[in-house]
């Protein structure tokens, strides 16, 4: 709070009279003090703004991405991909971002080898196909540059799918590899509906439009016919594995069953080719330890989007369609 001046009373003349003007004066002054402290407060207030201004352009801006990729090193490096999370079109795991990384990784002139660091339950299998062929398209375009599949502690299903194509598979002794099988999963709610009184009223326009609707009794036809199209994206599976794996792989009437193994199981069945880490497979067998990471960063517009926008889209569309089936 500005101190404001006192009434300061000046003699006039020999009878020591106050002055007639004081009265004026104070108010002037009082008026001067009020108009700085406003002044001071406005300077202040516009000051805070522009540093409150500055530190969200600053998080806009590292957020969003928009500082651009890290310097490379200079001489050659190893390229890492990550592969972590569910194998689907709106994740972090999705082909768009993986391949994008992947193209980005051979391209680069320094990359002596690109090793994917997987930690992956699987997903789609659309998904996971797509990667699976830009791998072996890469691998034609620059056959020079190795591709390695590192797996931490999990690479099943989807993600096996991906990391079959890879020259060699490398895993601990304890990650968990294969499941190599397909699924489509749901519920089932007839008895509790019969039970709680509720009827079922589905319209549809085509006799198989409610194709495994969870609210209406199973149909054997669709049934068999949903077990049929399961039983093809198998076949590509194994398919795929058995291309990437060759001679490698030891198959047993089991290694196709959906069971899952250990990274030692891994290695006695042609799944896995050795033990190794990201480390240890850019310093011993690529030979370049400088490690670059190329994984595509979510940054905060694709995280709000997909979390307002995308997920709503999604359930739009299993509502519309139902669920698809999925490589776990």
Same mark, same amino acid.
């Given at each position: 709070?500005?101190?404001?001046?006192?009434?300061?009373?000046?003699?006039?003349?020999?009878?020591?009279?106050?002055?007639?003007?004081?009265?004026?004066?104070?108010?002037?002054?009082?008026?001067?003090?009020?108009?700085?402290?406003?002044?001071?407060? *406005?300077?202040?207030?516009?000051?805070?703004?522009?540093?409150?201004?500055?530190?969200?352009?600053?998080?806009?801006?590292?957020?969003?991405?928009?500082?651009?990729?890290?310097?490379?090193?200079?001489?050659?490096?190893?390229?890492?991909?990550?592969?972590?999370?569910?194998?689907?079109?709106?994740?972090?795991?999705?082909?768009?971002?993986?391949?994008?990384?992947?193209?980005?990784?051979?391209?680069?002139?320094?990359?002596?080898?690109?090793?994917?660091?997987?930690?992956?339950?699987?997903?789609?299998?659309?998904?996971?196909?797509?990667?699976?062929?830009?791998?072996?398209?890469? *691998?034609?375009?620059?056959?020079?540059?190795?591709?390695?599949?590192?797996?931490?502690?999990?690479?099943?299903?989807?993600?096996?799918?991906?990391?079959?194509?890879?020259?060699?598979?490398?895993?601990?002794?304890?990650?968990?590899?294969?499941?190599?099988?397909?699924?489509?999963?749901?519920?089932?709610?007839?008895?509790?509906?019969?039970?709680?009184?509720?009827?079922?009223?589905?319209?549809?326009?085509?006799?198989?439009?409610?194709?495994?609707?969870?609210?209406?009794?199973?149909?054997?036809?669709?049934?068999?016919?949903?077990?049929?199209?399961?039983?093809?994206?198998?076949?590509?599976?194994?398919?795929?594995?058995?291309?990437?794996?060759?001679? *490698?792989?030891?198959?047993?009437?089991?290694?196709?069953?959906?069971?899952?193994?250990?990274?030692?199981?891994?290695?006695?069945?042609?799944?896995?080719?050795?033990?190794?880490?990201?480390?240890?497979?850019?310093?011993?067998?690529?030979?370049?330890?400088?490690?670059?990471?190329?994984?595509?960063?979510?940054?905060?517009?694709?995280?709000?989007?997909?979390?307002?926008?995308?997920?709503?889209?999604?359930?739009?569309?299993?509502?519309?369609?139902?669920?698809?089936?999925?490589?776990?």
């Amino acid at each position: 709070m500005a101190d404001y001046p006192q009434p300061d009373f000046q003699p006039s003349g020999s009878s020591g009279n106050p002055d007639p003007q004081w009265e004026r004066k104070l108010l002037e002054k009082l008026a001067s003090a009020s108009l700085n402290e406003q002044r001071a407060r *406005r300077r202040w207030g516009i000051f805070f703004k522009l540093l409150a201004f500055g530190y969200l352009a600053v998080f806009l801006f590292i957020a969003l991405g928009l500082g651009g990729g890290d310097k490379l090193p200079d001489g050659k490096h190893t390229a890492v991909v990550y592969v972590h999370g569910t194998i689907d079109a709106t994740g972090a795991a999705s082909a768009e971002k993986i391949n994008a990384a992947l193209q980005s990784a051979f391209e680069d002139k320094g990359t002596a080898g690109v090793i994917l660091r997987i930690n992956s339950p699987g997903g789609s299998p659309v998904q996971s196909g797509i990667i699976y062929d830009e791998i072996k398209r890469l *691998r034609t375009k620059y056959p020079d540059t190795p591709l390695y599949a590192v797996v931490e502690d999990l690479c099943a299903s989807g993600g096996y799918y991906v990391a079959s194509a890879a020259d060699k598979i490398y895993a601990n002794k304890a990650s968990l590899v294969g499941s190599i099988g397909v699924l489509m999963d749901g519920f089932g709610f007839t008895g509790t509906m019969d039970k709680l009184g509720v009827e079922r009223r589905l319209l549809t326009a085509g006799e198989n439009k409610g194709f495994l609707d969870p609210f209406s009794p199973q149909e054997p036809q669709q049934k068999a016919y949903a077990k049929a199209m399961l039983e093809e994206i198998h076949r590509q599976f194994i398919e795929a594995v058995r291309k990437g794996r060759g001679n *490698r792989l030891k198959e047993t009437p089991e290694i196709f069953s959906g069971l899952v193994w250990t990274g030692s199981q891994g290695v006695k069945l042609g799944l896995v080719d050795d033990y190794g880490t990201v480390d240890s497979v850019a310093r011993d067998v690529i030979k370049a330890d400088k490690l670059v990471d190329f994984s595509v960063k979510e940054n905060l517009a694709e995280r709000f989007a997909k979390r307002f926008g995308a997920d709503m889209a999604q359930s739009l569309v299993f509502k519309l369609f139902g669920e698809g089936p999925a490589v776990h």
